[in-house]
């Protein structure tokens, strides 16, 4: 479903991000790429997502190439595509239910945007997200009146209403204290296997990536370290 072939990614200033990455990734897989800050990991979801170019290599999506794609095809990749990122990236002082609606946006024209209706469709789409995250009681508050944790599950919310069939989560759980990362956690490891949603997660550490994922790639100096099953990952990876 997802395979970076041969991938670079060099920064302006002379940084290698990512040096020659060879990954593929199945449809329905719940992989953790893990690895120290500055590793790579960012820059790799990053680069699946083209919310950078690389410079090198190539990545295909469902067997299509992503790096020249633009304009409505690069539309039509990205909606497949769901972010989550660690500070949640949330329209803070709009309401959850809006925040959710958000993940509908690509499929409607510019002007119904602006206007800010939507159809019943996606009404429906975005309260059965919240219910899966068991925060259907916060669709009217405002985004910045919940917990972070709540806040991620609203994000989480989002990517479901796009129905997106990839999530790529950034250190999702980077800012939350423990139990709530295992909420957090928990409804990522649901959603995969209710939904068959492929998931890639870049987690800082290896014990939560053991807990939760089938497969770990750890990531060093924007190389491939280690890739494997959850049980044959060290402590070193
Ligand atoms: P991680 O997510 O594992 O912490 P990153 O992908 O953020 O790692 O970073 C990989 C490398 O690329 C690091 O050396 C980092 O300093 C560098 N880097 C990341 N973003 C930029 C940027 N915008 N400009 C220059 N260097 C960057
Ligand atoms: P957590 O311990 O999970 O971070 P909090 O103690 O922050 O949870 O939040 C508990 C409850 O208080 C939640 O229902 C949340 O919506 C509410 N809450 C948190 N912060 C605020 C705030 N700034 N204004 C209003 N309600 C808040």
Aim: aromatic share 6%.
């Amino acid at each position: 479903m997802i395979e970076l072939r041969n991938v670079s990614k060099m920064y302006p200033n002379g940084t290698k991000g990512l040096d020659q990455i060879n990954l593929s990734f199945a449809k329905g897989e719940f992989v953790a790429i893990v690895g120290l800050s500055g590793a790579g990991k960012s820059t790799l979801l990053r680069s699946i997502n083209r919310l950078h170019d690389i410079s090198e290599g190539d990545i295909l999506i469902g067997g299509s190439s992503i790096t020249q794609a633009k304009g409505k095809q690069l539309r039509m990749i990205r909606r497949n595509i769901g972010m989550i990122f660690q500070s949640f990236n949330l329209v803070k002082r709009t309401s959850v239910l809006r925040n959710v609606l958000a993940g509908r946006v690509g499929y409607h024209s510019t002007l119904r945007t602006i206007l800010g209706r939507f159809p019943e469709k996606d009404m429906n789409l975005a309260f059965g997200a919240l219910d899966r995250v068991n925060i259907i009681e916060k669709a009217y508050s405002r985004a910045d009146e919940l917990s972070g944790g709540q806040q991620q599950r609203v994000a989480i919310a989002r990517v479901l209403a796009q129905e997106a069939k990839i999530i790529l989560a950034d250190e999702p759980v980077a800012s939350l204290d423990p139990l709530t990362t295992k909420q957090v956690m928990d409804d990522l490891k649901k959603i995969n296997q209710e939904l068959g949603i492929t998931t890639i997660i870049n987690l800082h550490y290896v014990d939560l990536a053991r807990q939760y994922a089938t497969r770990i790639v750890g990531l060093r100096a924007g190389r491939v370290v280690f890739d494997g099953p959850v049980s044959e990952a060290t402590d070193e990876v």
